[in-house]
């Protein structure tokens, strides 16, 4: 299914919790939708785009020698040169962090290129430089050894499982510092609309926790008193209750 997801859509992804986004699809019936092994190389980056993808098979010693990049058709090659502006590249790597998936040459290709970020259920390698660069990376770990070692570079911008979860070219990507949720592109936009007035309500919940108050009628909101606090709460806060 392709479907075209607003840059306002995206605009309000970038700033959702991850943890929120789960939870909202959870209620949707998605319960695998968080790239298992993905951690940030930076901490504090933020990441919502859509994904163009690149599958890795085992690698096989007579195709993958180190002379494999001589070709201009290598497909890995071939990903980093066409993925859009804008795109997330996502690549499925069997969960194997032995060796890396890229490098920080590729990833600032990328960065000058406009991408969005790097996710990878595999290794990256250069990782200390990646995370100097301006584009966000998620991997599984540092991993210096060459991607021929262990994988085949194969599919692009088909659909893969990264860090065991069904990534589809267009699912729009959502990273932060705990991780990526891949969300179908056809829910994004009623994910976006639904996540405001959720995390407004967790920051009343926050701000109540602090002040003492138990979580019991009020996380989940069941007492009637407590969702009078949280009206009133939002008429005290005029930008809470605009976004809410």
């Known amino acids: ?85 804008g795109a997330v590249l996502v690549m499925d790597c069997r969960g194997d962090v032995s060796v890396a998936s890229a490098g920080s040459i590729l990833a600032t290709r990328m960065q000058v290129r406009g991408v969005a970020g790097i996710v990878t259920d595999g290794g990256l390698r250069d990782a200390s430089g990646i995370a100097k660069l301006e584009i966000p990376a998620w991997c599984s770990g540092p991993s210096a050894p060459t991607n021929l070692i262990r994988h085949h570079a194969l599919d692009i911008n088909a659909p893969i499982g990264c860090g065991d979860v069904p990534v589809y070219p267009g699912d729009i990507m959502v990273g932060d510092d705990d991780g990526v949720v891949c969300i179908p592109a056809h829910l994004a936009e009623e994910i976006a609309r639904d996540a405001v007035p959720m995390e407004r309500y967790e920051d009343f919940v926050l701000e109540q926790v602090r002040g003492g108050a138990s979580i019991i009628g009020l996380y989940p909101l069941t007492k009637p008193e407590n969702r009078l606090l949280f009206e009133a709460w939002l008429a005290s806060n005029p930008s809470a209750a605009a976004q809410a």
């Open 1 to 85: 299914m392709n479907t075209t997801v607003s840059a306002e859509t995206l605009a309000t992804l970038k700033t959702i919790a991850t943890s929120t986004l789960t939870t909202l699809l959870f209620k949707r019936g998605f319960r695998n939708v968080f790239i298992q092994g993905a951690r940030p190389l930076k901490t504090g980056q933020r990441l919502a785009g859509p994904a163009f993808t690149l599958r890795y098979i085992p690698a096989r010693e007579d195709l993958d020698g180190i002379d494999a990049f001589l070709d201009p058709r290598h497909p890995q090659r071939v990903a980093v040169e066409e993925i859009p502006a």
